[in-house]
């Protein structure tokens, strides 16, 4: 059987992009490794990690790059959450941008909400509860 372990994005800024996972989102910076031959740096954020069963996070700093295309494919990545407008109003105290309120998502009633990262990669919370 296999294991989802981390999706990987491509990030402008590392520094601002670890402060939005960690200080908006609550996640933990759970390492870094820099590669100076190849000039790029990978942080791994997430709730838990990886070999404890957890999904995490990778951010990729490409040195230099400033500027990625995000294409038509790629949707947005989704974390549970258990009151999502106490998550939305947590969010946006910290900084955070909500690019979708609160509410419930079309013809269903499952409550969803959308938050922007700085690269502008989308983060759709859902209400567990």
Known sequence: MAQLLHTMFRVANLDKSIAFYTN??????????????????LAFVGYGKENEGHAVIELTYNWGESNYDHGTAFGHIALGVNDIYIACDKIRAAGGKISREP???????????????????????????
């Open 103 to 129: 509410g419930p998502v079309l013809g269903g009633s499952t409550h969803i909400a959308f938050v922007t990262d700085p690269d502008g990669y989308k983060v759709e919370l859902i209400q567990q509860n």
């Open 24 to 41: 908006v989102l609550g996640m933990k910076l759970l390492r870094q490794v820099e590669n100076k031959d190849y000039k790029y740096t």
